[in-house]
């Protein structure tokens, strides 16, 4: 459990909201002995609701539990449970991709005994990827990727409401970002008074989350600052806390939060048309900005040339002025050759037709002869692959650190899928902890490479193919030349462009999740390929 979520659980403890049959904690077994706490998520004080994940001893499989915490004498708190327990039995009939899906519902009597200390418990399937909170805790989010991320979300909200559900997300522990970038509501159980208009104002709320660092409903984490109000009660717009925030962006969450005055936005369907107008807003003017720094260069001599298509690099430019250049002393050149053709004429030379004209190998081949076409120009063939190389030697390349199982780095070159090399599990993914770590391979003699095969274990990772002049390089010594996602089983990258080495990289920056909630990649077989 990391330190957000051991403060959680400790200011939950404080505030004495306990299972009876004692404290809830990792390692406990709940719901007739069938679910094992693994790691807390959060505490929704609002309904005395602790997020947990759990492990499923029945099923072998994680699950998101929302455990229910109270006294069953109490009449009242056991009444509104039991609300909350039918509007998530109601919600296990939905489906969709931003709503984790309802597994079973363990109410007093019915899986769930007095002893236990809980009115009652939410099962849900277990969602992969980051806490929300996590997420805003380390900067706030870019505006075209906050805009998409809540418009997933919106999309779930707007499909439940047509079929009459209330989704219950106004906290944002509740959620989760997959690994695909889209969030989930990954702990369903909506409080007993919740409306469809708290899901709408619950978006407006998961948007300005995202775009400031803050939560501007009530309730919230502790972990997470309140969103500042002016005198007036209303709250600041995101806008004034991060000047970048688009104002049309800045408004929507402000419009949504809000129940008072006019031009409120009160559905989640025109929730979606705004977003998806400010996202691909925001997404065009960052291309026509990305598109106008390639497509002015500025000159040495002060001039700037500008192009229909912009020129992408150095060598395109150079190619752009050498033919120009070409071009001109083929001119000047055919110019000569027929004032030369003149002065004889008229000098009354019969036999010269010209003088001969030799043209350099370097300035440009030969025009063709009159009347004929020139050939057409050939594209070069992509290389041909090779027969896979062994490398001579493989370690662990993890700058900076120690770790990650040195002594098993041959295992991802042996030849042998049943064996395999792992980085160590991590509580956080990269780069919290560090940039990265990988293995670097040393071949005999240099070979140009061309392609590379992972048998990896864990979806989920990224991977960098570098090339390096020694065996134990600086990272920023290395270059990229290849990149790509790791699937469950056998991937591949295809470089750049065939690269002459002779000690590559395999340098892992994202980590798959294991079903502990562990951040870790095993890679079973590496396979190099060299150009044919």
């Known amino acids: 459990m990391d330190t957000r979520r051991s403060e959680q659980a400790g200011e939950a403890s404080q505030m004495g909201i306990r299972a009876q049959g004692g404290s809830l904690a990792p390692g406990r077994v709940v719901g007739d002995g069938r679910y094992r706490l693994l790691a807390q998520f959060g505490v929704d004080e609002r309904a005395a609701a602790h997020l947990w994940r759990a492990r499923d001893g029945q099923l072998k499989r994680d699950v998101a539990l929302t455990l229910l915490v109270g006294d069953p004498a109490d009449a009242e708190a056991a009444r509104l449970a039991r609300r909350t327990l039918e509007r998530a039995a109601h919600a296990s009939k939905f489906g969709h991709g931003g709503v984790a899906r309802v597994l079973d519902v363990l109410s007093l009597g019915s899986g769930v005994t007095s002893s236990e200390g809980l009115l009652g418990v939410v099962v849900a399937e277990w969602t992969k990827g980051s806490d929300l909170v996590d997420l805003v805790a380390q900067r706030p989010v870019a505006p075209a990727a906050a805009a998409r991320m809540v418009q997933a979300l919106a999309e779930a909200v707007d499909h439940a409401h047509q079929n009459g559900l209330v989704l219950g997300l106004d906290h944002p522990q509740r959620l989760r970002l997959t690994p695909d970038g889209a969030l989930k509501l990954a702990f369903p159980g909506p409080l007993p008074e919740a409306t469809l208009r708290d899901d709408v104002k619950a978006l407006g709320a998961v948007l300005y989350l995202l775009l400031t660092g803050r939560w501007a409903l009530p309730g919230g984490p502790a972990a997470i600052p309140a969103a500042p109000h002016a005198p007036t009660g209303r709250v600041i717009p995101p806008r004034s806390l991060v000047p970048t925030v688009p104002v049309e962006l800045s408004s929507l969450a402000v419009r949504t939060i809000e129940d008072g005055g006019h031009g409120g936005i009160r559905t989640s369907a025109a929730i979606l048309r705004v977003l998806d107008q400010v996202a691909e807003a925001e997404e065009r003017t960052q291309l026509i900005k990305a598109v106008g720094e390639e497509e002015a260069v500025a000159e040495s001599d002060g001039t700037v040339w500008t192009t ?144 590379v095969k992972l048998d990896a274990a864990s979806p989920g990772s990224k991977v960098e193919i570098r090339s390096a002049d020694k065996k134990n390089p600086k990272l920023d010594e290395t270059k990229v030349v290849g990149a790509g996602d790791l699937a469950a089983g056998e991937s591949t990258i295809a470089l750049q462009q065939p690269q002459q080495g002779q000690y590559f990289i395999i340098w892992i920056t994202q980590l798959g999740e294991d079903e502990g909630g562990k951040f870790v990649t095993e890679l079973k077989e590496l396979t190099f390929l060299p150009a044919g």
């Open 308 to 451: 229909k298509k912009p020129v992408k690099d150095v060598a395109r430019r150079k190619k752009l002025a050498f033919g120009v250049t070409v071009l001109v002393v083929a001119t000047v050149v055919i110019l000569a050759w027929g004032g030369m053709m003149l002065i004889n004429l008229f000098q009354g030379e019969s036999k010269s037709s010209g003088p001969k004209i030799n043209v350099a190998a370097s300035s440009s081949q030969a025009a063709p002869p009159s009347g004929e076409q020139p050939p057409p120009a050939q594209q070069k063939p992509s290389p041909a692959v090779g027969a896979a190389v062994k490398p001579s030697a493989v370690a662990v390349f993890n700058p900076g650190s120690k770790g990650d199982s040195p002594g098993k780095a041959r295992n991802a070159t042996d030849g042998d899928t049943v064996t395999s090399w792992k980085t160590d599990q991590y509580d956080k993914q990269f780069p919290v902890l560090k940039d990265g770590v990988g293995l670097v391979v040393t071949f005999k003699d240099p070979i140009n490479l061309t392609q």
